[in-house]
């Protein structure tokens, strides 16, 4: 057992309470910048448009670069402490994320989005990890209701994770956030991306969001090969990946691939959205598959 932090327990319920995973960075003109709580603080902040240095955007503390060194300068933390008490919200490595199969703990990422997400996945908090992909299969060869026994989980050799309560509807739901972040992450929220549809060799429809088509058709060559893709919508990337979050919760799905007989859903979904695009900047924590049935 080793505390984190010697703060008292109300100053930990601050802290607590007004950090999570979703309010601790910023994008700003392209870059990702970490937020500095003033509790954590070592000292007096310096203020520069450095990368090594700390900044202040709309009247928060962040740091741009968040190597191990910069941000112990600023707080004596490690990025795995970091973590744990902004994200986590826990005080003491006890309490660390552990093995659901063996109980043995996790292993660390090293980036704060990912934290200990398995097989670097990003953190999701709705469903808990396993220490190996070989654990990951076990359980859930052997758990079926948990999550189902599909091909694309005995192509990619199981998945990372299983349902908490044996809740599919919770994991469906969890899921798609936790894919929306991931695109999110990849580059600025400004960035110019689309949603394409496409035919695929395996003889399904596939639809999907990204930044360069091309490049992702390209790709698509070494699983699952495109076929005539077309570009149904562009616009920011939080815009395009809200728009992909919002059909997936009203198909209750969290795969792009559809068979011939679901396009016509599809497509339902998606003009119900082009008539409502004040949407596309409302996605949070709250919304759920019932906001446009």
């Known amino acids: 057992m080793k505390i984190i932090t010697r703060l008292t327990d109300s100053q930990l319920d601050e802290l607590f309470n007004k950090y999570s995973y979703d309010n601790i960075y910023l994008f700003e003109d392209g870059y990702q910048y970490w937020r500095i709580p ?3 603080s070592l000292g007096d902040y310096w203020y520069s448009d450095h990368n090594y240095c700390s900044t202040k955007l ?3 503390v962040y740091v741009r670069s968040f190597a191990s060194k910069h941000l112990r300068e600023f707080t004596g933390l490690t990025i795995q402490e970091y973590f744990d008490l902004l994200v986590l919200h826990i005080n003491d490595t006890e309490d660390r994320p552990k093995c659901s199969l063996c109980n043995a703990p996790l292993y660390f990422s090293g980036r704060v989005m990912a934290g200990y997400g398995s097989g670097g996945h990003y953190w999701n908090e709705n469903v808990v990890h396993f220490c190996s992909r070989d654990h990951a299969a076990q359980f859930q060869y052997n758990n079926p209701q948990y999550y189902p026994i599909t091909n694309e989980f005995r192509n990619s050799g199981g998945t990372f994770s299983k349902i908490i309560n044996t809740d599919y509807q919770t994991w469906i739901e969890a899921s798609i956030r ?3 972040t991931a695109f999110i992450l990849k580059g600025s929220p400004d960035d110019p991306c689309s949603m394409y549809i496409t035919k695929v060799t395996s003889g399904y429809y596939k639809f999907g969001i990204t930044y360069d088509l091309e490049y992702r058709s390209y790709l698509s060559g070494m699983v699952d090969k495109f076929i005539d893709p077309k570009i ?8 395009v ?3 992909e979050a ?3 919760l009203y198909l209750n799905t969290n795969t792009e691939y559809l068979e011939l007989t679901q396009l016509s859903e599809f497509y339902n979904v998606f003009d119900k959205l082009m008539n409502n695009l004040d949407l596309l900047d409302n996605f949070n924590s709250s919304t759920t598959i019932s906001t446009l049935k």
């Open 58 to 60: 709309e009247g928060r």
């Open 178 to 180: 936790s894919r929306r």
């Open 241 to 243: 990946a809200n728009l």
């Open 232 to 239: 149904i919508y562009k616009s920011t990337r939080v815009r």
């Open 38 to 40: 003033e509790l954590l």
């Open 246 to 248: 919002y059909i997936k």
